[in-house]
């Protein structure tokens, strides 16, 4: 991508929009940062800007964003913001932060997408390829934005990226070495005009400008993704890439899957790694599967088994995902603040056999709480509803379990905490977005263990 010279404007003040503009300046191109966000919630953006010396506008975006070659839209931008339509009237090219750092990058791109699971899928990536001794960042969807170390990966190394729908929706020659899709499931339908079928056919642009050369990782027993990689490509497979699968149920002659108490990975039929399913130390069945497509990727690339089995052994659960805080009076505190779909909290409650007091709630995007209305049943004690949803959540489930509205995090953990005895989960999965309450699900996640670490 040849920018030197040129203007390019980029919506959006946060992490990938700050850098975009670091890496169009460091290629000669001249950025341009506008944001019509409030001045009092990009605090600290304005301070990094005013640090770097970059151009920018805050509160606004004025005429002067379409005096560009090139627009950049940061993944929080709708493609229906008044913005991003009026350039496409002025035909102005518009793409997004991965296109942009994927044109700069020298390195393998492993690009990871999917309803749930891409934190710690992109996260245990990274993780096994290092400890293999392959080279490996991360970035995208979580921690730096690609942009941010596009220049600095190297031929022959790696970076495990995290690619949302949103990121994908504004690609255009965006091509990874691998990419997965982990699964598909109903999410962000708010911004797909509630139409699931437009948000499956924005995931599967991952693999859109992959070539035999390159490798596409899917979940066999993901019966919406496997339909929908034929029905969206008119009966062929959609891909031009090596394809190899992971199941939890069937076998692959090309992937990863269980057999009895064995995780093995086949390739061309060939046997080619075996390891017992203890050896994965996170919980539950839907890490199985991460853990599974995880090595795929390691041994597209011979990574050695030994160290593959090691980073399996010594992987800690992230942040924010299936946390344990704090155990007290025999009561687990567990922080799933990344929950922010339906099918993410349906993974949490199949996690735990204990009781459950769950918190839930939060800005809704569209949740049909059908998909887990027989677990809330089976395994909830009780609901604590938060955030603008409240009324939402209480109406569904209030003839159900026993449902109570509060009015804050702290409120809805201390009565969570009053009532939970030894043996039960207190457990914060909201399925919503957080943005009625929180900055994001980091910021809430943090909350709730603030509230708990005082318990």
Same mark, same amino acid.
């Given at each position: ?71 950049? &839209? ?28 994927? &044109? ?65 929706? %504004? ?218 949803? &409240? ?20 409120? &809805?953990? %201390? ?12 457990? %914060? ?25 005082? %318990?």
């Amino acid at each position: 991508m040849e920018i030197s010279g040129k203007k390019i404007s980029i919506i959006g003040a946060e992490k990938s929009g700050i850098g975009a503009a670091k890496l169009i300046r460091k290629s000669g191109g001249i950025p341009f940062i506008s944001d019509s966000g409030q001045e009092e919630k990009l605090k600290d953006s304005i301070s990094a800007l005013e640090e770097l010396g970059f151009d920018f506008e805050i509160g606004k975006h004025s005429d002067r964003v379409f005096n560009c070659e090139l627009m950049i &839209a940061s993944p929080g931008v709708p493609s229906n913001a008044e913005v991003m339509v009026k350039a496409r009237e002025k035909k102005i090219k518009l793409i997004s932060e991965i296109e942009l750092a994927s &044109a700069f990058c020298k390195g393998n791109i492993i690009a990871i997408t999917g309803s749930n699971g891409k934190t710690t899928t992109t996260t245990l990536c990274n993780y096994v390829l290092n400890t293999s001794g392959l080279k490996s960042y991360t970035a995208g969807n979580i921690g730096v934005a690609f942009s941010e170390i596009a220049l600095d990966i190297k031929e022959n190394e790696f970076v495990s990226l995290e690619v949302s729908s949103f990121q994908l929706d %504004l690609i255009d020659t965006f091509k990874p070495k691998v990419s997965v899709v982990l699964n598909i499931t109903p999410d962000h339908l708010n911004r797909y005009e509630y139409k699931f079928e437009n948000y499956i056919s924005s995931k599967l642009r991952i693999y859109k400008n992959q070539d035999r050369d390159d490798f596409v990782i899917l979940n066999h027993d993901d019966k919406t993704l496997m339909d929908s990689v034929v029905k969206l490509s008119e009966g062929q497979r959609g891909f031009e890439s090596s394809d190899f699968y992971f199941s939890l149920s069937s076998s692959q002659s090309n992937g990863c899957f269980v057999s009895g108490d064995k995780i093995i990975f086949n390739n061309n039929g060939k046997t080619l790694f075996t390891c017992n399913v203890k050896e994965v130390n996170l919980k539950g069945e839907h890490n199985l599967a991460n853990a599974m497509a995880v090595i795929s990727i390691a041994k597209l690339f011979d990574a050695d088994n030994e160290k593959i089995i090691e980073a399996l052994r010594s992987f800690q659960a992230i942040e924010h995902r299936l946390e344990l805080v704090r155990e007290i009076g025999g009561v687990k505190f567990i922080n799933d603040s990344k929950a922010t779909n339906v099918d993410s909290v349906w993974y949490a409650l199949r996690s735990f056999n204990e009781p459950i007091f769950l918190i839930l709630g939060g800005q809704d995007k569209g949740n049909d709480y059908n998909q887990i209305k027989d677990l809330v049943v089976e395994r909830v004690v009780k609901i604590f509803a938060i955030g603008s949803s &409240a009324e939402k959540v209480f109406n569904f489930f209030h003839l159900l379990v026993k449902v109570e509205i509060k009015r804050t995090m702290e409120d &809805a953990v %201390l009565a969570a905490s009053k009532e939970a005895r030894q043996d039960e989960v207190v457990l %914060l999965s909201p399925a919503c977005a957080s943005f009625d309450m929180f900055n994001d699900y980091e910021q809430r996640g943090k909350v709730f263990k603030e509230v708990v670490n005082r %318990l």
